[in-house]
């Protein structure tokens, strides 16, 4: 089975072709990340107008580098939602028209589902596993039953944490994404430099605040930025130390609440793109380890957006006989579980 995946809910234009037996033929990724830096974050209406100058070239592309031709094809799969809508609605729109003209079936992906998926392409993965999605936008602790199927334990009831250290960065002057750039950064500080809260310590549930996290932080940079690399350099390093513990402290109750449910669950699954950060992902396993439970996560050109993502999410789709959705509204928001 091939199949072609198409991602533009954000600020990325990506195309991938991505086969059942998991070879990623190709994965073509287009940011737009200097389109949006003068504003200071991603501009909708911009992103919109962007996936649609380049969308053509990017499948196109996909194609190309994979060495196959539409009628190659088994699906071709689009992020529906949840995203901004501009975008979404140029991704599903190139998609449908490419299903209509090849008579193939159109897949609507949940971009929230194909990140939890991922992991599937890249490991040996089995359901149910403990899901750990922290991206810019969402922050959140589910259990991955099978394609479709989600329990949703908790989230944040604020910001999410990709949001919380990108408006950080902010505050240090970084341009968006700021995530690296605080992991950077904080390779070469010392962690003790700077206390912050620690917001539901010890609570039982899954759910995160970082609200209060990111206050305290500007509070930190107010008072004692001096603009040097050394202040820099520590206070990312105890902000991203503060943040390791919270992680810790969630996912031991998380942990707790999904082996009660699956005495044989053994993995826990850390998607999206804050996954990227090797030290975070540290701090889980250290946690998970003491419940006998791996910690895995996609590499980390497949934990930011990408199409192979959502190619993978169609292949899934496909497998359990999905039959294709011309009739489907891009959705801004799409919930991958109902929240309790
Ligand atoms: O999944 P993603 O590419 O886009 C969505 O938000 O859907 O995630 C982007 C987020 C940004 O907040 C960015 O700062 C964060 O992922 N991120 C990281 C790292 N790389 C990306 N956060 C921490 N450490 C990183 N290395
Ligand atoms: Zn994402």
Not at 297 to 320: F, H, Q, R, Y
Request: proline share 6%; with cysteine; aromatic share 8%.
């Amino acid at each position: 089975m091939i199949i072609l995946g198409i991602e533009t809910s954000c600020d990325e234009t990506a195309a991938a072709v991505v086969t059942s037996d998991k070879r990623i033929l190709s994965n073509i990724v287009s940011s737009q990340l200097k389109e949006h830096t003068p504003f200071g974050g991603v501009v909708p209406e911009i992103a919109a107008r962007s996936h649609l100058h380049h969308i053509d070239f990017i499948v196109e592309k996909a194609l190309k580098d994979a060495s196959v031709s539409l009628q190659d094809l088994d699906g071709i799969a689009a992020t529906g939602g949840p995203g901004l809508i501009g975008g979404v609605i140029v991704g599903v729109m190139m998609a449908k028209g490419m299903a209509m003209a090849t008579n193939l079936p159109f897949l609507p992906i949940n971009h929230l589902e194909a990140h939890a998926l991922t992991v599937r392409l890249t490991h040996a993965v089995e359901f149910p596993y403990l899901l750990l999605l922290v991206s810019g936008g969402h922050c959140q602790f589910l259990i991955a039953e099978d394609v479709g199927k989600y329990t949703y334990l908790g989230g944040t009831l604020d910001d999410a944490l990709g949001e919380c250290l990108d408006k950080t960065a902010r505050l240090l002057g970084q341009p968006y994404p700021g995530g690296p750039f605080i992991e950077r950064m904080a390779l070469r500080g010392n962690p003790h430099a700077f206390a912050f809260p620690h917001p539901l310590k010890g609570q039982k549930g899954c759910s995160f605040s970082f609200s209060g996290l990111k206050t305290a932080a500007r509070k930190v940079i107010l008072e004692h930025n001096t603009g040097s690399l050394p202040f820099c350099e520590d206070f990312c390093a105890s902000f991203q130390k503060v943040i390791g513990e919270i992680l810790q402290d969630r996912c031991r109750h998380a942990l707790a609440v999904a082996l009660e449910k699956f005495p044989s669950l053994k993995t826990l699954v850390v998607a999206g793109g804050v996954a990227a950060n090797q030290y975070f992902k540290a701090q889980l396993t250290l946690c998970a380890r003491e419940k006998e439970v791996d910690v895995v996560s996609p590499p980390i050109d497949l934990c930011t957006d990408n199409g192979a993502m959502i190619a993978w999410a169609g292949v899934e789709w496909l497998k359990k006989g999905a039959r294709g959705d011309l009739d489907f509204a891009p959705r801004p928001r799409w919930p991958l579980a109902e929240k309790d």
